[in-house]
T-cell receptor
Framework: EPEVTQTPSHQVTQMGQEVILRCVPISNHLYFYWYRQILGQKVEFLVSFYNNEISEKSEIFDDQFSVERPDGSNFTLKIRSTKLEDSAMYFC??????????FGSGTRLTVV | QKEVEQDPGPLSVPEGAIVSLNCTYSNSAFQYFMWYRQYSRKGPELLMYTYSSGNKEDGRFTAQVDKSSKYISLFIRDSQPSDSATYLCAIPYYGNNRLAFGKGNQVVVIP
């Protein structure tokens, strides 16, 4: 069964540092997403990406965040200057049809 | 976000029982309704989705949509310990560019 792969599984970073979370979506999928889940809260949408550009972003996705598809397989989320409140599980997802999403296992980001 | 609400209370049931989970949603224009299962330390996994109203069955799982009440349900028959997980309802909106999730119900099936 094809899967979405995320690395690293856990990242600890100091406040103010930049982090890059990496994802390899399913190869024939065209739509890519980042979601996050703060402990005890809902899974929240961050951004969707299609045809090499952002198609939708949430209020959370401010100038500190950026996404990139640097090559044909990777999809990255960069947080420029991390804050304590960025600590969360970050999930990458991809979809063939914008209906059925496949999520990765997530990266747990801890900002100290 | 208030697009979909799910009472997040945990649920413990004995093996073999029927599990019933519910969500309400806000916008009558929503068309797709999804249920995800999330095991500990894993991402959400799509269980099933329905389009518009009615029921959909997949093995021991049944998803139901009542558009008049803006109410969606998931039933798990003959529950197994392996069904122990968090179940999240989700609805795509903004032209299907994003999913709104409920808070999730943690289900524990006791052998």
């Amino acid at each position: 069964e094809p899967e979405v792969t995320q690395t690293p599984s856990h990242q600890v970073t100091q406040m103010g540092q930049e982090v890059i979370l990496r994802c390899v979506p399913i190869s024939n999928h065209l739509y890519f997403y980042w979601y996050r889940q703060i402990l005890g809260q809902k899974v929240e949408f961050l951004v969707s990406f299609y045809n090499n550009e952002i198609s939708e972003k949430s209020e959370i996705f401010d100038d500190q965040f950026s996404v990139e598809r640097p090559d044909g397989s990777n999809f990255t989320l960069k947080i420029r200057s991390t804050k304590l409140e960025d600590s969360a599980m970050y999930f990458c997802a991809s979809s063939e049809d914008r209906v059925g999403y496949t999520f990765g296992s997530g990266t747990r980001l801890t900002v100290v | 976000q208030k697009e979909v609400e799910q009472d997040p209370g945990p649920l413990s049931v004995p093996e073999g029982a029927i599990v019933s989970l519910n969500c309400t949603y806000s916008n009558s224009a929503f068309q797709y309704f999804m249920w995800y299962r999330q095991y500990s330390r894993k991402g959400p996994e799509l269980l099933m989705y329905t389009y518009s109203s009615g029921n959909k069955e997949d093995g021991r799982f049944t998803a139901q949509v009542d558009k008049s009440s803006k109410y969606i349900s998931l039933f798990i028959r003959d529950s197994q310990p392996s069904d122990s997980a968090t179940y999240l309802c989700a609805i795509p909106y903004y032209g299907n560019n994003r999913l709104a999730f409920g808070k999730g119900n943690q289900v524990v099936v006791i052998p």
